[in-house]
């Protein structure tokens, strides 16, 4: 029955040309999403940011180990591998953060002593690595038919020398930047569920950065909207 | 009668308290516990701090060693930083490799060291292409009563303002270098990052200082770096329920306040340190 579904919802989606109140020169770079492109795991997606792309894969409601269950809730582990090499340290903490931020959003109590486990494998990396993660670990728990009391997505902002801000910037434009801000919001009532950052900047900046990301996610969760609409109207 | 309480429903146990605007250990909610701070206390070490926040206990101790600096950057020293958490601070722990809040913790005070530029990494240049100083910054926790980021990132503060390296020149003849073990300069911190830790509760409320307990029952953590100028060098959130742009404000001011708090622990620690 998975493999006949094998349908990609393979939906572009929109180009987010439409700049934020910030100015000129913030917007998302052009994204894209396919669901349930691999058989074995229980839900998967693949989410294109511009050249970034990350592969997610779900494996849940399982079996657990008996070390690892919780009586009351669903244990939620995260894998996060890089496109080259071992996985070091910084998976680790990327992989604490995007796991914090899927229990924050997953009903967990509705699956007590049973594991969700979210594999990402990085395709590409073109700049907004955490964020693209983040959307597609998302995709991918909807996809697996995961109960969540909220969608969340990834937005990153960058900060350049004279204060200009940058949604969604390539490698380059990182690497230039005075100040990178990842933020994970939800879809509900747009709260900071999630917020890591590299560099320094001021308090009005990160407020401004906040607003901007939180414009900015609009268009993510209408673009998630429109894609699983398309996708369940088919059949 | 309350021990009992609290084994059985000790979120209710805790909200009892909350209610009142204190905690068990009678703190208000923006308190802090009492921070001391011991410099230089390893002799065999260049530079060492321990700090105790509350029962919280880290020590920081710094080595310097020599090494050849990066292909890309020939110009620059290094700075390793390493958070262990042994099994001897808290039953939570098993030894041998280091566990996920190990790595998290290490990386946590790599960015802190890397976003706050606290030391120049040039300043760790001896001679640029060739020679060049690599400190390796080892943070042991002794005892785990939560906040482990906030003692972490003082007790690396505190130890280097306390390394003192000696001079070190590359004589003609030999290409080697000679080290003068009695001129030794302090390094030059350009900044003094603080980090202030928050627990949130129930979705609304945001308690600072959190210990171990508190972090168990808390439904998200939220940490701030604040440098003196008020810039921000790491806002870490790693999930947990969300916060509104207003929430975060109110965090900023408390870490403003901090920040100015555990400047004037340091400056007296500092006054105090007789110049060996």
Known sequence: MEGAMRSDAKVRGESGTESSPRGPGCSL??????????????????????????????????????????????????????KIGLPGVAEKSRERLIRNTCEAVVLGTLHPRTSITVVLQ??????????????AACMALVDAGVPMRALFCGVTCALDSDGTLMLDPTAKQEKEARAVLTFALDSVERKLLMSTTKGLYSDAELQQCLAAAQAASQHVFRFYRESLQRRYSKS | MAAGFKTVEPLEYYRRFLKENCRPDGRELGEFRTTTVNIGSISTADGSALVKLGNTTVICGI???????????????????????????????????????????????????????????????ISPGKLAW?????????????????????????????????????????????????????LNIRTHPVATSFAVFDDTLLIVDPTGEEEHLATGTLTVVMDEEGKLCCLHKPGGSGLTGAKLQDCMSRAVTRHKEVKKLMDEVVKSMKPK
Request: overall charge negative; charged content about 20%.
């Open chain 1, 29 to 82: 770079r052009h994204f894209a999403c396919e669901q349930n492109l691999l058989s074995r795991p229980d839900g998967s997606a693949s989410f294109l940011q511009g050249d970034t792309s990350v592969l997610a894969g779900v494996y849940g409601p399982a079996e657990v180990k008996v070390s690892k269950e919780i009586f009351n809730k669903a244990t939620l582990e995260v894998i996060l591998r890089p």
């Open chain 1, 122 to 135: 990085v395709i590409s990396d073109a700049g907004s690595l955490l964020a693209c993660c983040l959307n």
């Open chain 2, 63 to 125: 080595k310097a060693e020599f090494a050849a600096p990066p292909t890309d950057a020939p110009d620059k020293g290094y700075v390793v930083p390493n958070v262990d958490l042994p099994p001897l601070c808290s039953s939570r722990f098993r030894s041998g490799p280091p566990g996920e809040e190990a790595q998290v913790a290490s990386q946590f005070i790599a960015d802190v060291i890397e976003n706050s530029q606290i030391i120049q990494k040039e300043d760790l240049c």
């Open chain 2, 134 to 186: 690599v400190l390796y910054c080892d943070l042991i926790c002794l005892d785990y009563d939560g906040n482990i980021l906030d003692a972490c990132t003082f007790a690396l503060l505190a130890a280097l303002k306390n390394v003192q390296l000696p001079e070190v020149t590359i004589s003609e003849e030999t290409a080697l270098a000679e080290v003068n073990l009695k001129k030794k300069s302090f």
